[in-house]
């Protein structure tokens, strides 16, 4: 029956992406290898993520941040007390999440078991027992952010992403490309299925039922690949073309502005639903890094087109207010209002707001 081995293993300094947007893992004769079904269940062993443990925790959210895409794709698990050798994991005809030691850099797998008859056969998704992983929402406890945490959830997505049948994304910043970044408002993190995941599950699975849809801001941008992963970095602030002097603080940087200037601010913007967005952006200073439509409105711009399958790194054009001083934050909320998208609000509003950090200077 020609069933055929594959793996994918997510590095742990590892700067992640694909080839395309919506690149399948797998094809047969130019057609993507998919389930027969759109809900994959996966065993879990208790005795690997014990309840109430931070490996059940993790689970638990990637699980439900996951199953907010829109496409008709679910995941499922159910937990049994029985074991197996993780020997013999692969091939047994089970979906299996592990939770065990994995060769070097590894910090998650996924191993499938198709054919071009049958297409997708078994999956099996293991997290890598050695990093310091945390159930912490708190970014400063990431290494994204100067700490010395794992980011759990976003690999378990990404491996989750390769248990439906796609690949790595090469050409933006997206879960598929790299699990190293996070939605971030304030001091908590989220994490999200992406663009890219989202898109090729639809192409693969259909659209879900309803009309789900999803916006989201960044602070992290696409800055180029690294093999068949991409590279994440954060965005910026410019002035004419230029950085202006910054310095690292909470593991991201501390522009030092001058009042009264114009300056071009950065952010990424995404659309992990199913239909064509207009929506507009704020712009707001806050004395800390939790923005709220309560801070200070700076700007406001209409109708930001964000298509279904695009996510992309723009500058809007800022003054600073005369009357800033001192460590301050300028922000961003995008749809604000929460206007319905073709009929329907956000799953989520989680992601649609973010920040940089600032420091106003003396010129
Ligand atoms: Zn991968």
Known sequence: M???????????LALVTADVLSVPAHTCNGQPLVWSSD??????????????????HNLNLALSHFNRNPSNFRISTSY????????????NGVNEILFSSLDGDAIGRELKIFSC?????????????????TTSSSALRYLEYGGDHENAVGVLLHEFGHAAGVGHTVDSMSNMGSAHYF???????????GEDLSVSLRSLYGNGESSKQDLAVSHYRY?????????????????GGTEPFSVISGGMPVYHLVRGEAYDLEFTYENMGQNSAFVSVEFYLSSNNYISPGDRLIARFEGLHIGPNIVFTKKYNITLPMNAHGRMHLGVIVNREMAEINGSKESTLANNRTFHQILVVDE
């Open 2 to 12: 020609n069933k055929l081995l594959s793996l994918c293993v997510a590095f742990m």
């Open 39 to 56: 809900t994959l269940n996966f065993k879990v062993p208790s005795r690997h993520y014990p309840q109430d443990s931070i490996q059940y």
């Open 223 to 239: 800055v180029g690949n690294d093999g068949e992963y991409a590279l994440v970095g954060f965005t910026r602030i410019l002035e």
């Open 117 to 133: 008859s049958e297409g997708l056969i078994e999956s099996d998704v293991i997290l890598a027992t050695a990093p310091d992983w």
């Open 183 to 193: 939605y971030r408002n304030g001091s908590t993190i989220y994490e999200g299925v």
């Open 80 to 91: 049994e007390a029985r074991t197996r050798k993780n020997t013999g994991m692969n091939g």
